[in-house]
């Protein structure tokens, strides 16, 4: 019997004698550590070395310049980032935080305009990414222009102000990840792209990538990314701190230019304004388009995030297709035994650099094993026949992250990424015949409830478990019955402060972030402002038109059909393009082709229809002035529009 049933059926059988004894108080005030994440913490920091400088040398070796103002502005006088927000980590670590992430945050921090080596500098700590500059012949290379347009227009004006104004000659994207494209349009358009014949290169499939994961899976994961990166608490020491991987995010305009050649291949080389660069692909490792790249005439190698200071996701928080670490590890041991002896730094699209053959080679290496580490150890006890979570739990740390903290769980861990290796191989189902098709649970919760005894005895048995500093199964029980009834506050604030002392201990910026904002979702509800604004026109004009009809298929609510099944056409005549929609009982099917007799054809440019999807612009206005005609019946546009649902984005994550 696994352990978990056995103490249902304990509590179940003890509940009704609970029932009448003990006292449902209220928990502590929030923001406060109780003892047992004092002593967690306080473990922490006697067990590792966090005065190891060499880091802090190392982040903070060749700041040359730094933003002056106080704030990153948007166009209509909107903070996308404040800059210095995150100086407060500069202090001691307080009980409230794990000190080891606590020293991670304040790495991250540092923040400037840094010189790498010659011909290469860095602009760090004003995004949750890293930019990267290079010195060509005639203007700068850029790698990574951030996440949002106003950071990036922030970091190149700081660059030009120190350095020297010069044009960009060069844009690199090193993966599909919004936060390393979607700064393009502070850096530079496609009419001086053209105008100048500008490269902008990015890895082999980066466009259908950068397309599918932010624009078909885009609110979901964008939502879940305000927890993992804490978008809507403040930044102190009671709440969010750093994502382990940067800052935070910006909230700010995120845009996609496409790139002018994606480059495959390990040893592809190509000269961009006169430097060299020697490409290597990574593709299903971080991202499932990526590339590294190595500069000879610097010995510089650049490990985009398939390196950095943190042992990385297998399958992120936000969601994401999983990973495959064995692929992630044998890249990494490519690039160390390709590159490592003749590099004298390895830089990075997030974290600061590492200097000299010998630290480089140690860091891949730390960075290769944590990979195959997890991944072998998974497996062997998979094959064992344990369950994911049995698995996960069951993996300890590995020496070499005892005195080396580039490996450590800044970002993704040990026990997530576990289960990740194990979806990979196994499914997301762990072969338990009951968790197979087991009821939803907003069902399970209000029985589980029943079960025990009724809610007051459930929160009696969590409220025991949170003072035994048992913060995993208090949670649990709290979240039956705030599952069996969202309304009950004192579960919901118990479960609050439950959430608020697993992210206090907790070595991961993106599981620190999550819970404490699942957390502040209990106590304040559900949010309705914050994160970067991935809906708009700078993201969606880059977007292949049958790329917007997919997304709008996936709207779709079939119940809504109350006619035959019919055909529209779409004709953009500022790009020549004809796009067939079939609609059916049960799904939508787009095709780039001009179909036979539809029932109505729909002709409106690209622009106007971006415009339609954005809510910027109304059918009926269009069809008045003329840019949008209808030829056929009248009523079909009308009757596409309807069948589709528009997706809330502050949906509810830590209750029902």
């Given at each position: 019997?696994?352990?978990?049933?056995?103490?249902?059926?304990?509590?179940?059988?003890a509940?009704?004698?609970?029932?009448?004894?003990?006292?449902?108080?209220?928990?502590?005030?929030?923001g406060?550590?109780?003892e047992?994440?004092?002593?967690?913490?306080?473990?922490?920091?006697?067990?590792?070395?966090?005065?190891?400088?060499?880091d802090?040398?190392?982040?903070?070796?060749?700041?040359?310049?730094?933003?002056?103002?106080?704030?990153?502005?948007?166009?209509?006088?909107?903070?996308?980032?404040?800059?210095?927000?995150?100086?407060?980590?500069?202090?001691?670590?307080?009980?409230?935080?794990?000190?080891?992430?606590?020293?991670?945050?304040?790495?991250?921090?540092?923040?400037?305009?840094?010189?790498?080596?010659?011909?290469?500098?860095?602009?760090?700590?004003?995004?949750?990414?890293?930019m990267?500059?290079?010195?060509?012949e005639?203007?700068?290379?850029?790698?990574?222009?951030?996440?949002?347009?106003?950071?990036?227009?922030?970091?190149?004006?700081?660059?030009?102000?120190t350095?020297?104004?010069?044009?960009?000659?060069?844009?690199?994207?090193?993966?599909?990840?919004?936060?390393?494209?979607?700064?393009?349009?502070?850096?530079?358009?496609?009419?001086?792209?053209?105008?100048?014949?500008?490269?902008?290169?990015?890895?082999?499939?980066?466009?259908?990538n950068?397309?599918?994961?932010?624009?078909?899976?885009?609110?979901?994961?964008?939502?879940?990314?305000?927890l993992?990166?804490?978008?809507?608490?403040?930044?102190?020491?009671?709440?969010?701190?750093?994502?382990?991987?940067?800052?935070?995010?910006?909230?700010?305009?995120?845009?996609?230019?496409?790139?002018?050649?994606?480059?495959?291949?390990?040893g592809?080389?190509?000269?961009?304004?006169?430097?060299?660069?020697?490409?290597?692909?990574?593709?299903?490792?971080?991202?499932?388009?990526?590339?590294?790249?190595?500069?000879?005439?610097?010995?510089?190698?650049?490990t985009?995030?398939?390196?950095?200071?943190?042992?990385?996701?297998?399958?992120?928080?936000?969601?994401?297709?999983?990973?495959?670490?064995?692929g992630?590890?044998?890249?990494?041991?490519?690039?160390?035994?390709?590159?490592?002896?003749?590099?004298?730094?390895?830089?990075?699209?997030?974290?600061?650099p590492?200097?000299?053959?010998?630290?480089?080679?140690?860091?891949?290496?730390?960075?290769?094993?944590?990979?195959?580490?997890?991944?072998d150890?998974?497996?062997?006890r998979?094959?064992?026949?344990?369950?994911?979570?049995?698995?996960?739990?069951?993996?300890?740390?590995?020496?070499?992250?005892?005195?080396?903290?580039?490996?450590?769980?800044?970002?993704?861990?040990?026990?997530?990424?576990?289960?990740?290796?194990?979806?990979?191989y196994?499914?997301?189902?762990?072969?338990?015949?009951?968790?197979?098709?087991?009821?939803?649970?907003?069902?399970?919760?209000?029985?589980?409830?029943?079960?025990?005894?009724?809610?007051?005895?459930?929160?009696g048995?969590?409220?025991?478990?949170?003072?035994?500093?048992?913060?995993r199964?208090?949670?649990?029980?709290?979240?039956?019955?705030?599952?069996?009834?969202?309304?009950?506050?004192?579960?919901?604030?118990?479960?609050?402060?439950?959430?608020?002392?697993?992210g206090?201990?907790?070595?991961?910026?993106?599981?620190?972030?999550?819970?404490?904002?699942?957390?502040?979702?209990?106590?304040?509800?559900?949010?309705?402002?914050?994160?970067?604004?991935?809906?708009?026109?700078?993201?969606?004009r880059?977007?292949?038109?049958?790329?917007?009809f997919?997304?709008l298929?996936?709207?779709?609510?079939?119940?809504?059909?109350q006619?035959?099944?019919f055909?529209?056409?779409?004709?953009?005549?500022?790009?020549?393009?004809?796009i067939?929609?079939?609609?059916?009982?049960?799904?939508?099917?787009?095709?780039?082709?001009?179909?036979?007799?539809?029932?109505?054809t729909?002709?409106?440019?690209?622009?106007?229809f971006?415009?339609?999807?954005l809510?910027?612009?109304?059918?009926?206005?269009l069809?008045?002035?003329?840019?949008?005609?209808?030829?056929?019946?009248?009523?079909?546009?009308?009757?596409?529009?309807?069948?589709?649902?528009?997706?809330?984005?502050?949906?509810?994550?830590?209750?029902?």
């Amino acid at each position: 019997m696994k352990p978990h049933i056995l103490s249902l059926i304990l509590l179940a059988s003890a509940a009704p004698a609970f029932a009448q004894q003990g006292e449902l108080r209220d928990p502590p005030a929030p923001g406060t550590a109780t003892e047992a994440t004092r002593a967690a913490n306080a473990a922490v920091a006697d067990r590792l070395p966090l005065a190891e400088p060499s880091d802090f040398a190392d982040a903070r070796r060749g700041r040359i310049a730094r933003i002056e103002d106080e704030t990153i502005l948007g166009a209509d006088g909107s903070v996308i980032w404040r800059v210095g927000g995150h100086d407060f980590l500069m202090g001691e670590a307080p009980d409230t935080a794990n000190p080891s992430l606590w020293r991670q945050s304040a790495l991250a921090a540092e923040h400037g305009l840094f010189a790498v080596t010659d011909g290469i500098w860095q602009v760090r700590g004003y995004d949750l990414s890293v930019m990267t500059v290079i010195e060509g012949e005639t203007g700068w290379i850029i790698v990574d222009p951030l996440t949002t347009t106003e950071t990036a227009a922030a970091a190149l004006r700081l660059v030009n102000e120190t350095l020297g104004e010069r044009p960009v000659a060069g844009m690199l994207y090193t993966h599909s990840h919004a936060d390393h494209f979607g700064g393009a349009r502070g850096i530079m358009d496609e009419a001086e792209i053209a105008a100048r014949n500008v490269p902008v290169l990015a890895p082999i499939g980066f466009s259908d990538n950068a397309v599918s994961e932010n624009l078909l899976a885009g609110t979901h994961m964008s939502r879940r990314a305000t927890l993992m990166f804490g978008q809507i608490i403040p930044a102190s020491p009671t709440s969010h701190i750093g994502s382990g991987l940067g800052p935070g995010v910006p909230r700010g305009t995120v845009s996609l230019i496409l790139p002018t050649e994606e480059i495959s291949g390990r040893g592809t080389r190509r000269t961009i304004d006169g430097v060299q660069f020697e490409f290597i692909d990574a593709a299903g490792t971080e991202a499932p388009a990526e590339f590294m790249f190595y500069l000879p005439e610097h010995r510089a190698l650049h490990t985009a995030e398939v390196a950095t200071a943190t042992f990385h996701n297998v399958l992120t928080m936000r969601g994401a297709v999983v990973r495959d670490a064995l692929g992630w590890s044998r890249a990494i041991d490519h690039v160390l035994i390709e590159y490592a002896d003749r590099s004298d730094v390895v830089l990075a699209s997030h974290h600061w650099p590492s200097w000299g053959s010998d630290n480089v080679a140690a860091f891949l290496t730390g960075q290769r094993d944590i990979y195959r580490y997890v991944h072998d150890q998974t497996l062997r006890r998979a094959n064992s026949g344990a369950t994911m979570v049995e698995t996960a739990e069951a993996i300890a740390e590995p020496d070499f992250i005892q005195n080396r903290f580039d490996p450590r769980g800044y970002y993704g861990s040990l026990n997530h990424n576990s289960k990740a290796v194990y979806q990979h191989y196994f499914g997301w189902w762990g072969g338990v015949m009951a968790e197979y098709h087991r009821l939803p649970h907003e069902q399970s919760a209000a029985r589980y409830v029943e079960a025990m005894g009724g809610a007051d005895a459930v929160i009696g048995r969590g409220i025991e478990a949170f003072d035994e500093g048992d913060y995993r199964w208090a949670a649990e029980l709290f979240n039956h019955v705030v599952f069996a009834n969202a309304a009950n506050e004192r579960a919901r604030n118990w479960l609050a402060a439950a959430y608020e002392q697993l992210g206090f201990q907790a070595e991961s910026g993106a599981w620190r972030s999550y819970y404490l904002t699942a957390s502040s979702e209990l106590r304040n509800g559900v949010p309705d402002t914050g994160g970067a604004r991935l809906g708009n026109a700078d993201f969606l004009r880059a977007v292949p038109t049958l790329a917007l009809f997919d997304m709008l298929a996936s709207r779709y609510a079939p119940e809504r059909l109350q006619r035959d099944p019919f055909t529209l056409s779409f004709a953009f005549p500022d790009t020549s393009e004809t796009i067939a929609v079939e609609i059916g009982r049960s799904v939508i099917v787009p095709r780039e082709l001009a179909p036979d007799n539809p029932t109505a054809t729909v002709t409106i440019s690209r622009t106007n229809f971006e415009a339609l999807l954005l809510g910027t612009a109304r059918p009926l206005a269009l069809v008045q002035s003329g840019a949008l005609t209808i030829g056929g019946d009248s009523s079909a546009l009308a009757a596409f529009l309807g069948l589709l649902e528009q997706p809330e984005f502050w949906f509810a994550t830590a209750t029902p």
